[in-house]
Every structure is written in C-alpha cells, then in structure tokens.
C-alpha cells in the first residue's frame, strides 16, 4: 500500500472513530467531509442546537511531524473558518450559534487501537 493510500486509510479510520464518539454524545452528524472550492471540513454535526464544524486529526504513534492536535495550525484553523462561511451562506444560515472543534486521535502502529483521544470544544 502506497503512502498516501495508508494516510487516507488513517484518515478514514479516525472520521469513523470520530463520528461514533460524536454520535454516542448525543450529537447528530449533519455533513461528513464537506468540500467546497475553499476546502473541505471532516463533520459537521448539530450539538443540542449549536452547529459544530470539527475538523479530525488523526496520527500514528511515534510519528516524525508532532501530535494530531498541532498540526491544526492557524493557517488550516483559518480555511476551516472560511469553508464554514461558505457552508452556512449554502443553507442560509448565519453564524450566530456555531462552534469549532478539533478532534485528536492517535493510533497505535498496526492501526489495530486507539491509543489516546482527545476533544477540544471551541478549539479556534
């Protein structure tokens, strides 16, 4: 498997990861990878009312590039922002009630466990 194959392998498995936490803390999935010619937000999920874009960031352990949670940097931070906005002119909606989250998975090696999950409500 080529490399980019096993990191969106990786990616894949941490969404599904993601959404069944999400889904088991009552909230409701609204969109998955979301895309637009601005970029693309992993889920998008309704949170008791409160629209939520979660972006999800998955590692392997004792990766070379840091950890899932800093590797959303301002720059990713700002075109999650800019994808929102297209997304709620999309529906109509404005920005009154929204919220962005980060989630933060690392897995083990053989990809067989999660090893530590993290998420951070209002991340940016």
Do not use: P
Request: with cysteine; hydrophobic share 35%; charged share 35%.
């Amino acid at each position: 498997m080529s490399e980019k194959d096993q990191r969106i392998q990786t990616g894949k498995f941490g969404e599904d990861a993601a959404c069944d936490y999400l889904i088991e803390a009552d909230y409701k999935i609204v969109e998955r990878n979301w895309r637009c010619r601005s970029g693309e937000i992993d889920i998008i999920a309704d949170d008791a009312g409160r629209l939520v874009f979660i972006e999800v960031r998955t590692r392997k352990t004792g990766g070379r590039f840091g950890t899932a949670a800093e590797s959303v940097d301002r720059r990713k931070q700002q075109q999650v922002r800019d994808t929102a906005q297209v997304y709620l002119r999309s529906i109509g909606c404005s920005a009154e009630s929204i919220r962005f989250d980060v989630i933060a998975i690392t897995m083990s090696r053989q990809m067989d466990s999660i090893l530590e999950y993290k998420h951070y409500e209002g991340a940016f």
